[in-house]
C-alpha cells in the first residue's frame, strides 16, 4: 500500500462555487464545491459544470466568506 502525502491547505487559494440560487433551485448558501490552487484551473472547471452559474473566490482576497487574510 503506498502511502499518500497530506495536502497543505494553503495551496488552495481558489474556491468553487456553484450559484444555483440564481436559477431558482435552492435558497440556502451553499459550501464550495472544490478548491484549486489556480484561478484558471477553478474556471475550467467551472465552466464545463455550470456554464453561467458558477463563482471562483480568492479566499485569501477582499471577497473571502473566511475574511481577508492578507
Given amino acids: 500500500m503506498s502511502t499518500l502525502l497530506a495536502p497543505?491547505?494553503?495551496t488552495y487559494?481558489?474556491?468553487?462555487?456553484?450559484?444555483s440560487h440564481l436559477l431558482?433551485?435552492?435558497d440556502a448558501p451553499a459550501p464550495?464545491?472544490?478548491?484549486?490552487g489556480s484561478r484558471e484551473i477553478a474556471a475550467a472547471h467551472g465552466k464545463l459544470?455550470?456554464?453561467s452559474t458558477y463563482l471562483v473566490i480568492d479566499l485569501h482576497g477582499e471577497d473571502s466568506p473566511c475574511g481577508n487574510r492578507n
Avoid: E, K, T, V
Fill in 8 to 10: 497543505d491547505p494553503a
Fill in 13 to 19: 487559494r481558489y474556491a468553487l462555487y456553484c450559484q
Fill in 24 to 26: 431558482g433551485l435552492s
Fill in 49 to 51: 459544470l455550470w456554464p
Fill in 32 to 36: 464550495p464545491i472544490a478548491l484549486y
